[in-house]
């Protein structure tokens, strides 16, 4: 009889893609119950398409899934999930890369009342200067440089 190997928490092959109900694709490691799954550190990968020379090119990045959230573990009723698949090596590894980097950089989430006044009036001082730019008669055009 065969043993059930347990993989160590760290191993890259732990973790899973889940693809929720509403589109949104999410990626941490997960446990199952009957009713739930649980979702640690969950990552939601989004994909942008970009136009190139050569067609549309997707661009991926992962990004925090609740954003402003302490939270590490999320609860999501099973009725909720499509698909869970396993994620490739080279999506894992760049899990942990951005996963380390958002719990290491600091955040600053809220202003103080000073600094959103300063913001407000740098804010107003550059309107007060693109108005009389355009009462001027003076615009400013993008630049059109290509750069290979």
């Known amino acids: 009889m065969e043993k059930e190997s347990k993989k160590e928490p760290n191993d890259l092959t732990d973790y899973r893609i889940v693809k929720l109900t509403d589109g949104s694709t999410i990626v941490g490691s997960i446990s199952l119950d009957k009713d739930f799954l649980r979702i640690q550190n969950p990552l939601q990968l989004i994909t942008t398409p970009r136009i190139t020379e050569f067609g549309v090119k997707d661009d991926n990045t992962l990004a925090p899934w609740v954003p402003f959230s302490t939270d590490k ?14 994620a490739a090596k080279e999506l894992a ?3 942990e ?12 989430t809220s202003y103080s009342e000073n600094e959103i006044k300063k913001i407000m009036e740098i804010a107003e001082e550059l309107d007060k200067r693109v108005k009389e730019n355009e009462e001027e008669g003076e615009y400013y055009e993008e630049s059109k440089v290509t750069l290979h």
Request: glycine letters at 0%.
């Open 97 to 108: 890369v951005i996963l380390r980097k958002l719990q290491t950089t600091k955040i600053k």
């Open 73 to 86: 573990m999320y609860v999501i009723p099973k009725d909720k999930v499509i698909v869970i698949s396993r």
């Open 93 to 95: 590894n760049y899990y």
